[in-house]
T-cell receptor, first 112, second 116 residues
Framework: GQQLNQSPQSMFIQEGEDVSMNCTSS?????WLWYKQEPGEGPVLLIA?????ELTSNGRLTAQFGITRKDSFLNISASIPSDVGIYFC????????????FGKGTHLIIQP | NAGVMQNPRHLVRRRGQEARLRCSPM?????VYWYRQLPEEGLKFMVY????????ESGMPKERFSAEFPKEGPSILRIQQVVRGDSAAYFC??????????????FGEGSWLTVV
């Protein structure tokens, strides 16, 4: 079935460092979404990508829709403590119906 | 997250009891989705409903789980005869129309079910 693989599983970085994470799929996606989830909260949409090759920014966050349509990347520049959380990639659920498939997430931990 | 209201936020049930989780979508949203998140996992799609209709329940376990979105009132996710494996966070999301664009889907803050 449809799978999204995220890497790395977790990241321990120093405040101020840049962060890079990626997501690969077993099938072609037409939409890539990146969400952030903080402890005890629901996921919040960060960036949505709709076109192969598309590069989209949201403040210090930049995401790219891979040319093969089977991967996407999220970069965070100059990390700050509030960037801590779990970052999920997601795409449309297979079968053409509504709903999303999520990856297992990348845990971002920032050391002061 | 603003606007999609879930309650209770935390629920403890003994094995064999029933759990009812409620979701009020954002104002003007007629599409509701339920997802389940196990510890250290991503969210897994369970069911997609529009008012009074179940559109896609391909992610729902075949037994003990049911969902409804009545004409009036919140959407309800019902789990009968809960077992320890049902312990998870259950998230509701809503959208004003088909959510394929992704950017119109808003998530609630979740209901954490613990089965003891």
């Amino acid at each position: 079935g449809q799978q999204l693989n995220q890497s790395p599983q977790s990241m321990f970085i120093q405040e101020g460092e840049d962060v890079s994470m990626n997501c690969t799929s077993s099938s072609i996606f037409n939409t890539w979404l990146w969400y952030k989830q903080e402890p005890g909260e629901g996921p919040v949409l960060l960036i949505a990508l709709y076109k192969a090759g598309e590069l989209t920014s949201n403040g210090r966050l930049t995401a790219q829709f891979g040319i093969t349509r089977k991967d996407s990347f999220l970069n965070i520049s100059a990390s700050i403590p509030s960037d801590v959380g779990i970052y999920f990639c997601a795409g449309p659920k297979e079968g053409g119906a509504d709903g999303l498939t999520f990856g297992k997430g990348t845990h971002l931990i920032i050391q002061p | 997250n603003a606007g999609v209201m879930q309650n209770p936020r935390h629920l403890v049930r003994r094995r064999g009891q029933e759990a009812r989780l409620r979701c009020s979508p954002m104002k003007g949203h007629s599409h509701v989705y339920w997802y389940r998140q196990l510890p250290e996992e991503g969210l897994k799609f369970m069911v997609y409903l529009q008012k009074e209709n179940i559109i896609d329940e391909s992610g729902m376990p075949k037994e003990r789980f049911s969902a409804e979105f009545p004409k009036e009132g919140p959407s309800i996710l019902r789990i009968q005869q809960v077992v320890r494996g049902d312990s998870a966070a259950y998230f509701c999301a809503s959208s004003p129309r088909t959510g394929r664009a992704g950017n119109t889907i808003y998530f609630g803050e979740g209901s954490w079910l613990t089965v003891v």
